[in-house]
């Protein structure tokens, strides 16, 4: 593909969005000046007020790659959420505002109206009660990392009482081990320093994490051995954006639009591997079968 091709698909990308959003030409734009002020409140919903004020503000997490990673020497902002968000600012026309933020509060902040738009958050019954989501970013599969010379395809591989698992205790991480190899000789430890140590010595096997966790501690250290996303069955928890809940749902919806397009042009895989290279992991060592 030349370089004049990608430029024609990107702007095929930002066309086909604007035109979704009803912003993609100077009629669309005289239209929507000319309806009545009462049907056009800032107020009326985040969309709107994003469009009034140019101003997009998201919560972003200190430290959590690939998600997110601050420069503190320029404090500039980079990750895969932050891929997005340059995104959905450059097809609204607006500027990013950046409000640091937690995975838990995230949520708060959303309900507290101090973010429009809350990155790499995990679908909850509990959350949804409060905050609404949209469409799945991408499920984020569970698997292994697998000491040298261990050969793993399958949870039927490592459920068997030879092989030693290490997990940090209470963790989602426990609870999918215990569920899907609970015949393996399982190790639960204090924290995830104590299984990574476990694993690096040669005391367990295998250590059972989600993908991001499992591919950016090989990334650091790899003496840690392989990852392998295993499958029969294919376990994963979501991954997803929040937004604040209200009666006018075109914010969600929109997101939800933008979000399926990019997953089905690759562009979501392109920016989570690059995100991931911000931890040190290499594009082929992305396991292919990564839905995303």
């Not at 997803?240 to 969600?252: I, L, N, T």
Request: net charge neutral; with cysteine.
């Amino acid at each position: 593909m030349t370089q004049s091709d990608d430029i024609t698909i990107s702007e095929d990308r930002r066309d086909a969005l604007r035109y979704a959003l009803g912003i993609g030409s100077g009629a669309a734009l005289a239209a929507a000046m000319a309806t009545p002020a009462s049907a056009q409140t800032t107020a009326d919903n985040t969309l709107d007020r994003i469009r009034a004020n140019k101003v997009l503000r998201i919560a972003v997490l200190p430290g959590e790659l690939p998600y997110f990673n601050k420069d503190l020497a320029t404090g500039t902002w980079s990750g895969f959420s932050i891929e997005m968000a340059n995104d959905l600012a450059k097809l609204l026309d607006v500027k990013l505002e950046y409000v640091e933020s937690t995975y838990g509060n995230s949520i708060l902040d959303l309900q507290a109206n101090k973010i429009d738009l809350g990155f790499a958050l995990n679908p909850t019954p509990q959350r949804a009660l409060v905050v609404d989501f949209t469409n799945l970013v991408f499920p984020h599969p569970f698997g292994a990392m697998l000491k040298k010379g261990l050969e793993a395809k399958t949870w039927a591989d490592i459920n068997k009482p030879e092989v030693k698992i290490a997990v940090d205790v209470g963790s989602a991480n426990e609870a999918v081990a215990r569920r899907f190899a609970p015949n393996a000789t399982i190790k639960s430890l204090k924290s995830r320093d104590e299984v990574m140590l476990e694993m690096s010595s040669g005391r367990v096997d295998c250590v059972v994490n989600a993908l991001v966790l499992g591919l950016t501690a090989i990334a650091k250290n790899a003496n840690l051995g392989t990852y392998k996303i295993l499958a029969s069955p294919s376990v994963t928890i979501a991954s997803g954006m929040a937004v604040r809940r209200e009666q006018d749902k075109r914010w969600r919806d929109f997101l939800s639009v933008w979000v399926d397009y990019n997953r089905g042009i690759g562009q979501m895989r392109e920016w989570f591997v690059k995100g991931l290279g911000l931890a040190g992991v290499k594009p082929e060592d992305v396991p292919v079968e990564l839905n995303i």
